[in-house]
């Protein structure tokens, strides 16, 4: 069975502080996607990112990176130089690679406030 | 243009009734998912269905019944509705994966927060 943890409920920083997510999963495929959601005060849930289990290079985006190590099994996320409206649920969220219309597993999610 | 958009957004609605969340995405995707968020945040699937037809079905009580009426809608039906059912469902959408390699990703329409009361 597949599982995702994030071991942190809430995460609580200044605005320019950097914040790390911890991510860890659990899975029997050999092959299987990772993904990071936000959920904002507003509740919407926004994509992030998607990795797949045979890419383990680190990604940024703007503000925004993502660590992938497969031997630890995590997929952590770094929000650098955090902001204000960076404040949000965020989920990690496991998939096994298959055909169409596979679940997504969550995590419990983590809740960064960023106070100005 | 909302990509995968939920009606209604807020339903409030007494012990024992029948209601019906819809779902429509415009993206030209396969397949389409309900999930639900409790009160503590965590996120479970439902149900999924891929060209109309249901392909995973948790273990969710028989009172919630998904319907398809083509692949670019997917509603939820619920019947004698409990107090355990307040929470927040959620619709998502994906492409079909190129081969079964692949994933693609699920982007979610906004949420429709039920309250039983």
């Known amino acids: 069975a597949q599982k995702v943890t994030q071991a942190q409920t809430e995460i609580s920083v200044v605005e320019k502080e950097d914040v790390t997510l911890d991510c860890v999963y659990e899975t029997r495929d050999t092959t299987y996607y990772l993904f990071w959601y936000k959920q904002p005060p507003s509740g919407e849930l926004v994509f992030l990112i998607r990795?797949?289990?045979?890419?383990?290079q680190n990604e940024i985006s703007g503000r925004y990176s993502w660590n992938f190590q497969k031997s630890t099994s995590s997929f952590n996320f770094t929000i650098t130089a955090s902001q204000v409206v960076d404040s949000a649920v965020y989920f990690c969220a496991l998939s096994e690679a298959k055909a169409a219309g596979n679940k997504l597993t969550f995590g419990g999610g983590t809740r960064v406030l960023v106070k100005p | 243009d909302t990509a995968v958009s939920q009606t209604p957004k807020y339903l409030v609605t007494q012990m024992g009734n029948d209601k019906s969340i819809k779902c429509e995405q415009n993206l030209g995707h396969d397949t389409m998912y309900w999930y639900k968020q409790d009160s503590k945040k965590f996120l479970k699937i439902m149900f999924s269905y891929n060209n109309k037809e249901l392909i995973i079905n948790e273990t969710v009580p028989n009172r919630f019944s998904p319907k398809s009426p083509d692949k670019a809608h997917l509603n939820l039906h619920i019947n004698s509705l409990e107090l355990g059912d307040s929470a927040v469902y959620f619709c998502?959408?994906?492409?079909?994966?190129?081969?079964?390699?692949?994933?693609?990703?699920?982007?979610f329409g906004p949420g429709t927060r039920l309250l039983v009361l």
């Open positions: 990795r797949n289990s045979f890419d383990e």
């Open positions: 998502a959408s994906s492409q079909d994966p190129v081969d079964t390699q692949y994933q693609e990703t699920q982007y």
